[in-house]
């Protein structure tokens, strides 16, 4: 049976990347330090997405891609405070993913262990 209505397109997911690392949803505040002008500034942010590799954070500020940046933050229902220095490699309006530079191995473990209790952001 033939119709005139035209076939419809198969829906098909773009070629993305594969992560090396899954993100998970998170949402707690972090503080931000970066060089700017020639000056260090602090800016709130809010996490919104976390790997093994690094944060997707929201600022209200302009950044460029490369550009390194100090964290500090805490994760839900621990008091440790982290202090991470991450690399920012991807943007998306005020949407920036870091990839964490200078992660110590037992952050590391502790941060395997914390994800493995959130859901999946990707």
């Known amino acids: 049976m033939s119709s005139s209505q035209p076939a419809r397109a198969m829906h098909s ?10 993100r998970y949803r998170v949402d707690f505040p972090v503080s931000v330090t970066m ?3 020639s000056e260090y500034q602090t ?3 809010h996490g919104k997405d ?5 944060i997707g954070v929201l600022v209200a500020t302009e950044l460029t891609i490369g550009e390194v940046a100090s964290f500090k933050f805490s994760l839900p229902g ?7 220095r991450a690399v920012l490699r991807h943007r998306r309006g005020y949407h920036y993913g870091f990839e964490f530079l200078s992660i110590r191995n037992e952050q590391k473990q502790y941060l395997k262990k ?3 209790t959130l859901e999946r952001a990707d």
């Open 43 to 45: 800016f709130d942010a």
């Open 35 to 37: 060089l700017v002008n």
């Open 50 to 54: 976390l790997a093994e590799a690094g």
């Open 13 to 22: 997911v773009p070629d993305r990347r594969k992560r090396r690392y899954p």
């Open 114 to 116: 914390y994800l493995e």
């Open 78 to 84: 621990s008091s440790d405070i982290w202090e991470i």
